[in-house]
């Protein structure tokens, strides 16, 4: 299968509640990077995972966490939802050393916190 | 200050036009300049890359850079309704990605 996959594709959660999203890297691909994109806004990186480690993180609190294993997929997770979480998630990814052209998104998962 | 400006717009232009799409950033270490595409519900898709100041040119698509004023900009010719999305310039330096807000364009028929 080429390509980035998320899932789900839509959810709503409840503040306080956790959620784990899901993203299945391109084939080929070792890492994996995962951005924030609030409505109107452009994507806002959260952090990065190389061999199942995380190498790279943004400005975003420690109830972001993510997991990556060995077969490259992805998790992120957020624990203690919060109404400005409420945005899309997208996932990319791309395989170490690659330039710019390298990095391929996903579709996202549209989060909607109430 | 944010990193990478952008004009939100939206910007509306008839069919053939020339579009022009710019953005400016603050971090003289930033390595890559790129130009996404992103439509209503999908990710962003890569449109152009370029590292060094100049112009890049695909199709009717042309990404210019000048480094010493910090500003990029995306240039779309004879412009068609398929090209109606939302058009996010980003920086690259070491693992990280920054992002402008996003021009939405509409290229009316």
């Known amino acids: 299968e080429t390509g980035v996959t998320q899932s789900p594709t839509h959810l709503i959660k409840t503040r306080g509640q956790q959620v784990t999203l899901r993203c299945s890297s391109q084939s080929g691909h070792n890492t994996v990077s995962w951005y924030q994109q609030a409505l109107g806004q452009g994507p806002q990186f959260i952090f990065q995972?190389?061999?199942?480690?995380?190498?790279g993180r943004g400005n975003f609190p420690p109830r972001f966490s993510g997991l990556q294993f060995p077969n490259y997929s992805s998790e992120l997770n957020v624990n203690a939802l919060e109404l400005d979480d409420s945005a899309l998630y997208l996932c990319?990814?791309?395989?170490?050393?690659?330039?710019?052209?390298?990095?391929?998104f996903g579709s996202g998962t549209r989060l909607t916190v109430v | 200050q944010k990193e990478v400006e952008q004009d939100p717009g939206p910007l509306s232009v008839p069919e053939g036009a020339i579009v022009s799409l710019n953005c400016t950033y603050s971090?003289?270490?930033?390595?890559?300049f790129m130009w996404y595409r992103q439509y209503s519900r999908k990710g962003p898709e890569l449109l152009m890359y370029t590292y060094s100041s100049g112009n890049k040119e695909d199709g009717r698509f042309t990404a210019q850079v000048d480094k010493s004023s910090k500003y990029i900009s995306l240039f779309i010719r004879d412009s068609q309704p398929s090209d109606s999305a939302t058009y996010l310039c980003?920086?690259?330096?070491?693992?990280?990605?920054?992002f402008g807000t996003g021009t939405s364009l509409t290229v009316i028929p």
């Open positions: 971090n003289s270490a930033f390595q890559y």
């Open positions: 990319a990814s791309s395989s170490a050393g690659t330039g710019a052209s390298g990095y391929t």
């Open positions: 995972y190389y061999r199942e480690e995380e190498n």
């Open positions: 980003a920086m690259r330096m070491d693992n990280q990605f920054y």
